[in-house]
């Protein structure tokens, strides 16, 4: 512990350094824009930047990208929560309660929490980075292509879970999202599936198109169809902040969320939406109120992004301790590491001491500049609602496709959105759950990927899923989040059932 602390006291001072506390501050305002923007994530914002990090010393270079990783996270947030259009696959769950919570003038307190919250969480993810590094790779190590399967379908199965419809609609919404990511090219074989003559359809429906058809063409065209003779939504700075009822809600939930996430962080592949999924999930299941989620949590909010940028800190571990990425994000960090003539793995520790630990104590100064800008700015942010919805609607949808199209500079992924933005629409005409699909269109290609390896690792053999503790337990926690909606479904329908009995033998002894 003492040479832990002594190895960090040396990072501040490299961290410290005037260029390098600028470079820092450059990278989180970077990471907040580039995660408010629809459509641009962490790691196409870092992959972006790439370019401009030759002629930086390498410590520099890292620092800032690390900081668009980290900032990106509390910057998913404002567009989840302000316009329901989630910047990255992370911010999903937060839109499911945030613009709720928006709609009913509680914007600022969404925003307050979720940046109390992220600070929290990544303050004492990078803490636990800090002294816990050798046992937490070791015990990430230990996760086979069973249990990253397994997770991937937990985080899929869950979604019956999330809001307040049916679970079986959520499900089969989930099926539609798996059937979505099926398209492209098969990843083993190298045969094309479901794309039908279409070339552009070889490498598959990204995320991207999906999320911002699904969420933010959807909800301008909903939107739009509705009268405007209301008042537009007015926010209040005496709302903005936290009151002590709504700290006392949500602090368990942010530490809970903070730990989930930290250790879902550790399993390379699985990363900030995988742990915002659980976060929120879990948070639903501990909480006094479960049937307020879907319709505007705040501890859910709280849950779902210290899970996020909990898990974008702890997805650091595999990278620094074993050269093998976390998430998108430290994938990206990988390449930069690798451009900069620096060989990730075991040794980094060792070779690149000075890099490693200032790195660490960076994302300490990052994240306090991050809560600095966030805190007073939330009222801005949430003023932003004042706007009549109608002058609002263009400028989304032009950044919602502009966002699609500058990802691949392909005008086919802005069909594909509009595509989608109908899709969603009518799901919203249906009364269907939508962020199941998108959820599975994100946890597919780990799921199947995982499923094959693992498949040909035992030759078919379903016994590879049951012969680990880790993955029976984790079977186990899949088979209950089928079974628990179910359950509550017939407890439901039971209660209903005995009710009207009980009043049609009342009405007729009267």
Same mark, same amino acid.
């Not at 003779?229 to 209040?236: F, G, H, L, N, V």
């Not at 700075?237 to 602090?251: G, H, N, P, V, Y």
């Not at 599975?440 to 990927?449: D, N, R, T």
């Given at each position: 512990?003492?040479?832990?602390?002594? *190895?960090?006291?040396?990072?501040?001072?490299?961290?410290?350094?005037?260029?390098?506390?600028?470079?820092?501050?450059?990278?989180?305002?970077?990471?907040?824009?580039?995660?408010?923007?629809? =459509?641009?994530?962490?790691?196409? =914002?870092?992959?972006?930047? @790439?370019?401009?990090?030759?002629?930086?010393?390498?410590?520099?270079?890292?620092?800032?990208?690390?900081?668009?990783?980290?900032?990106?996270?509390?910057? =998913?947030? +404002?567009?989840?929560?302000?316009? #329901?259009?989630?910047?990255?696959?992370?911010?999903?769950?937060?839109?499911?309660?945030?613009?709720?919570?928006?709609?009913?003038?509680?914007?600022?307190?969404? @925003?307050?929490?979720?940046?109390?919250?992220? !600070?929290?969480?990544?303050?004492?993810?990078?803490?636990?980075?800090?002294?816990?590094?050798?046992?937490?790779?070791?015990?990430?190590?230990?996760?086979?292509?069973?249990?990253?399967?397994?997770?991937?379908?937990?985080?899929?199965?869950?979604?019956?879970?999330?809001?307040?419809?049916?679970?079986?609609?959520?499900?089969?919404?989930?099926?539609?999202?798996?059937?979505?990511?099926?398209?492209?090219?098969?990843?083993?074989?190298?045969?094309?599936?479901?794309?039908?003559?279409?070339?552009?359809? +070889?490498?598959?429906?990204?995320?991207?198109?999906?999320?911002?058809?699904?969420?933010?063409?959807?909800?301008?065209?909903?939107?739009?169809?509705?009268?405007?003779?209301?008042?537009?939504?007015?926010?209040?700075?005496?709302?903005?902040?936290?009151?002590?009822?709504?700290?006392?809600?949500?602090?368990?939930?942010?530490?809970?969320?903070?730990?989930?996430?930290?250790?879902?962080?550790?399993?390379?592949?699985?990363?900030?939406?995988?742990?915002?999924?659980?976060?929120?999930?879990?948070?639903?299941?501990?909480?006094?109120?479960?049937?307020?989620?879907?319709?505007?949590?705040?501890?859910?909010?709280?849950?779902?992004?210290?899970? #996020?940028?909990?898990?974008?800190?702890?997805?650091?571990?595999?990278?620094?301790?074993?050269?093998?990425?976390? *998430?998108?994000?430290?994938?990206?960090?990988?390449?930069?590491?690798?451009?900069?003539?620096?060989?990730?793995?075991?040794?980094?520790?060792?070779?690149?001491?000075?890099?490693?630990?200032?790195?660490?104590?960076?994302?300490?100064?990052? #994240?306090?500049?991050?809560?600095?800008?966030?805190?007073?700015?939330?009222?801005?942010?949430?003023?932003?609602?004042?706007?009549?919805?109608?002058?609002?609607?263009?400028?989304? +949808?032009?950044?919602?496709?502009?966002?699609?199209?500058?990802?691949?500079?392909?005008?086919? #992924?802005?069909?594909?959105?509009?595509?989608?933005?109908?899709?969603?629409?009518?799901?919203?005409?249906?009364?269907?759950?939508?962020?199941?699909?998108?959820?599975?269109?994100?946890?597919?290609?780990?799921?199947?990927?995982?499923?094959?390896?693992?498949?040909?690792?035992?030759?078919?053999?379903?016994?590879? !899923?049951?012969?680990?503790?880790?993955?029976?337990?984790?079977?186990?926690?899949?088979?209950?989040?089928?079974? +628990?909606?179910?359950?509550?479904?017939?407890?439901?329908?039971?209660?209903?059932?005995?009710?009207?009995?009980?009043?049609?033998?009342?009405?007729?002894?009267?």
């Amino acid at each position: 512990m003492i040479d832990a602390l002594a *190895s960090l006291g040396q990072g501040f001072q490299v961290a410290l350094a005037p260029m390098n506390l600028m470079f820092i501050f450059i990278g989180v305002c970077l990471g907040q824009l580039i995660g408010a923007l629809p =459509g641009l994530g962490p790691s196409a =914002g870092m992959a972006l930047l @790439l370019p401009i990090t030759f002629g930086i010393p390498p410590v520099t270079a890292i620092m800032m990208l690390a900081g668009i990783m980290y900032g990106g996270m509390y910057g =998913g947030t +404002l567009t989840s929560v302000l316009v #329901n259009v989630p910047g990255e696959a992370a911010s999903v769950m937060t839109a499911v309660d945030g613009h709720k919570l928006a709609k009913k003038g509680r914007a600022g307190a969404a @925003l307050s929490v979720s940046a109390i919250g992220s !600070f929290l969480a990544g303050i004492g993810a990078v803490t636990a980075l800090v002294f816990v590094t050798p046992p937490l790779a070791e015990f990430a190590l230990s996760f086979s292509s069973p249990e990253y399967f397994l997770l991937a379908t937990l985080g899929i199965t869950a979604t019956a879970s999330i809001g307040s419809g049916s679970p079986l609609k959520a499900i089969l919404m989930a099926v539609f999202g798996l059937m979505i990511a099926l398209i492209g090219t098969d990843p083993i074989l190298g045969s094309s599936r479901l794309t039908f003559g279409v070339t552009e359809l +070889l490498d598959g429906i990204d995320f991207l198109p999906v999320a911002i058809g699904i969420f933010g063409v959807a909800e301008v065209l909903a939107s739009l169809e509705r009268s405007y003779d209301s008042e537009p939504i007015k926010t209040r700075l005496r709302d903005m902040w936290l009151s002590a009822k709504d700290w006392a809600e949500c602090r368990v939930a942010i530490l809970r969320g903070g730990f989930l996430g930290f250790f879902i962080g550790l399993m390379p592949g699985a990363g900030p939406t995988v742990a915002s999924i659980l976060a929120y999930v879990t948070e639903k299941r501990f909480s006094k109120h479960p049937e307020r989620f879907g319709e505007g949590a705040l501890d859910g909010v709280a849950a779902a992004e210290s899970a #996020n940028n909990s898990a974008a800190h702890g997805a650091l571990i595999p990278m620094l301790a074993l050269g093998i990425p976390g *998430s998108a994000s430290t994938a990206v960090l990988l390449a930069a590491l690798v451009l900069q003539g620096i060989r990730p793995g075991p040794t980094l520790l060792v070779e690149q001491a000075d890099l490693v630990w200032g790195l660490i104590a960076s994302m300490f100064v990052g #994240n306090i500049i991050l809560l600095i800008l966030n805190l007073p700015l939330a009222p801005v942010f949430a003023a932003l609602l004042r706007i009549p919805y109608e002058y609002l609607a263009p400028g989304i +949808l032009v950044i919602s496709l502009v966002g699609a199209y500058a990802t691949t500079l392909s005008l086919f #992924n802005v069909g594909l959105t509009l595509f989608f933005g109908m899709v969603g629409y009518l799901m919203i005409k249906a009364d269907l759950p939508r962020a199941p699909v998108v959820l599975a269109v994100v946890l597919a290609q780990l799921m199947e990927s995982s499923l094959r390896q693992s498949l040909m690792l035992s030759e078919g053999s379903l016994v590879i !899923f049951v012969q680990r503790p880790l993955s029976a337990i984790l079977l186990l926690l899949v088979i209950g989040s089928l079974l +628990l909606p179910l359950l509550n479904m017939l407890t439901r329908r039971r209660v209903a059932r005995r009710s009207r009995r009980e009043g049609s033998i009342s009405i007729a002894t009267k």
